[in-house]
């Protein structure tokens, strides 16, 4: 089965840093490198497993990263360890240029927020024709508030390696045709029986790749047509999909 997927969400590697940044709650002026690089690179291996298109830019702030850290692991002066204090003595601190751009970047994301916000004001008084739909592929955006992608994608992760680690030693690939949209609609039902409300990995009963990466997009087009909504009480705790209410 092939498939190729856009989705509108992701504003490239600076985006899906900033996020992960976010999340770790970390300072944006003293990042550490070798967490920074580990959670990135896992997640751009889950984007490689959904056969995300435009992977290339990715790949190539995934090198810089790693390039990076490979600076911070090399010696200094004095024997001394290379903490940016010692950077600031003997050299430039590897990590400014990233810094510079993510900052940068954080400004025009923010700008770019508040223009749409004034839009959405503006647009409130004058109707425009829809959008044309996209010509191929399966589009997903998520709502504004709440979780993004880059959250579906992370779940859509650790789901994969508990799947891994379950998976039986010896099994047979057989090949089938699967229907985003009848997918939808199993999902949908599921939650329907469950009184509207499920785990997230409680939605992929299957180990076959083609499957759960079917369901992972039949949820993101589900959120997209607002159809389900997706919930987390703490960072980092399993996501909840909600059945809404005029589903039901």
Do not use: C, W
């Not at 290339?56 to 692991?73: G, R, W």
């Not at 299957?206 to 703490?234: A, C, D, N, P, W």
């Amino acid at each position: 089965m092939s498939y190729l997927v856009r989705l509108e969400a992701f504003e490239g590697p600076l985006d899906l840093l900033l996020h992960l940044i976010n999340r770790m709650e970390i300072d944006i002026y003293d990042i550490p490198m070798a967490e920074l690089s580990r959670q990135y690179i896992d997640h751009i291996h889950t984007m490689k497993v959904l056969e995300l298109n435009e992977m290339s830019e990715y790949l190539v702030m995934a090198a810089t990263l790693l390039a990076i850290k490979s600076k911070m692991l090399l010696p200094v002066h004095e024997e001394e360890a290379p903490d940016i204090e010692d950077y600031a003595e003997d050299g430039p601190d590897p990590r400014d240029e990233l810094v510079e751009r993510l900052i940068e970047y954080r400004r025009y994301k923010e700008a770019a927020a508040t223009l749409k916000e004034y839009g959405e004001q503006r647009g409130r008084s004058f109707t425009r024709p829809p959008a044309e739909p996209a010509a191929t592929g399966v589009v997903a955006a998520l709502p504004d508030e709440g979780l993004n992608v880059h959250d579906m994608i992370a779940a859509f992760r650790k789901m994969m390696e508990r799947k891994k680690l379950k998976a039986p030693l010896r099994t047979r690939v057989t090949r089938q045709e699967i229907s985003i949209a009848e997918t939808m609609e199993n999902v949908v039902g599921r939650l329907g029986e469950s009184g509207g409300k499920a785990m997230f990995s409680d939605l992929f009963e299957t180990g076959e790749r083609t499957e759960l990466v079917v369901t992972f997009l039949s949820l993101l087009e589900l959120m997209k047509q607002q159809r389900i909504t997706v919930e987390q009480e703490r960072n980092f705790d399993d996501l909840t999909v909600v059945l809404r209410k005029e589903v039901l």
